[in-house]
């Protein structure tokens, strides 16, 4: 793949990831807090478990990717434990700062970044394995939490349906 052609897919990639962020953001700036305490539907999350899971997931890029540690190592529970065995829930404003925060950092790491540093495997592969697996690489990780951001913001759409 040319040089040119390799920059604009990772260019699409990253704009994926950024679109879903500014989405979430809005979305969560955009209705009255109270509203985030709901499940998005009877006996799923709440708006508030799913943003403390998104801002997880996000901070979780910073080691995957070989960008640093984790700036919120502490909210990793969202992710591996469900809304009821999670224990208390953050507030609302402090998990959006965390958001946006992390998504500021994240955003400024990756306009540094080559084509040729988003192709090399992430830091949760062997170089053995990823040898045989290369689609194993950094792009792939971003493109795989952008779906998943999006398969969340989904979720979230509901919390509006009763306004």
């Known amino acids: 793949m040319e040089n040119q052609q390799l920059n604009q897919v990772v260019g699409q990639v990253v704009n994926f990831w950024r679109d879903n962020n500014k989405s979430i953001t809005e979305f969560f700036n955009k209705h009255a807090d109270e509203i985030y305490s709901n ?3 009877p006996g799923r999350n709440t708006g508030i478990y799913l ?6 997931v996000s901070d979780g890029l910073f080691t995957i990717l070989g960008l640093g540690d984790k700036l919120y190592p502490e909210l990793e529970r969202f ?9 208390e829930q953050p507030a609302l404003a402090d998990l959006k700062a965390k958001w946006n925060e992390i ?3 994240l955003e400024a790491e ?3 970044q080559t084509p ?5 495997r992430h830091m949760s592969v062997s170089e053995a394995d990823f040898a045989l697996e290369p689609h194993r690489n950094k ?7 952008a779906s998943h951001e999006n ?3 989904g979720q979230l759409v509901f919390l509006t349906e009763r306004e």
């Not at 943003?51 to 997880?56: D, I, K, Q």
């Open 39 to 41: 499940p998005v539907a």
């Open 51 to 56: 943003l403390a899971h998104l801002v997880a």
């Open 79 to 87: 992710i591996r434990e469900s809304e009821s065995n999670a224990g």
């Open 103 to 105: 998504n500021t950092k």
């Open 110 to 112: 990756f306009a540094k």
């Open 116 to 120: 040729e540093w988003w192709l090399a």
């Open 139 to 145: 792009l792939n990780v971003l493109l795989s939490r």
């Open 151 to 153: 398969y969340h913001r």
